[in-house]
């Protein structure tokens, strides 16, 4: 069952993480489809689309780090909100860079599409996941802002345990049965 699982697993299953693996393999269509276009080395576009993919995919990939490392470990604990506050824009970022260029692709492309002959398929395809990573893109930023109630949340911290210890403090006895009750800091035994 769904409360069976760890955090971790919890986190690898859930819709923020999904988009990430969209965005990846998103990004992989689009560079590849670039890079397999004839010419592509004469096209400062071709190959911006190539950049945008590679850089895109590292991100995504770098995002799902972050967010592992956030469950299994206390590391980021102190900076949850910078951590956030990066994650909401980098998204946004990335998808109006993703925007801008699917529009730029679009408008090159769309007079060039007959000299491209058996690469029209490529052609489209490009365009196709340039906008679905503007959505997907654009999705993990919503995401990302509907979760910033969860930001600063301690109970992460060491997979949502507050002490993974787990031991009740004793408190230091007022009596004299303590060991060295009795010494005088101020006596001198030597």
């Not at 998103?26 to 489809?33: D, E, K, L, Q, T």
């Not at 970022?93 to 993703?98: D, E, Q, T």
């Not at 699917?102 to 340039?130: I, M, P, Q």
């Amino acid at each position: 069952t769904m409360s069976d699982t760890t955090p971790l697993v919890k986190h690898l299953i859930s819709p923020i993480a999904i988009l990430r693996y969209f965005e990846v393999l998103c990004a992989i269509i689009v560079f590849g489809v670039a890079s397999d276009l004839p010419n592509y080395e004469q096209s400062s576009r071709l190959k911006w689309a190539i950049a945008l993919g590679v850089l895109s995919m590292l991100l995504a990939l770098a995002f799902i780090g972050v967010a592992i490392m956030k469950i299994t470990t206390s590391n980021l604990s102190q900076v949850h909100l910078q951590v956030f506050y990066v994650e909401l824009v980098a998204n946004a970022f990335v998808s109006f860079v993703w925007f801008v260029s699917f529009c730029e692709w679009a408008n090159f492309l769309n007079g060039k599409v007959r000299h491209f002959g058996t690469y029209k398929s490529d052609v489209n395809a490009l365009l196709a996941f340039a906008f679905f990573n503007i959505c997907l893109w654009g999705a993990s930023a919503a995401l990302t802002w509907l979760d910033k109630g969860n930001v600063g949340n301690t109970e992460d911290d060491y997979g949502y345990v507050a002490d993974p210890t787990d031991t009740q403090y004793v408190s230091f006895p007022d009596d004299d049965t303590a060991p060295f009750s009795t010494m005088d800091p101020t006596a001198s035994d030597i």
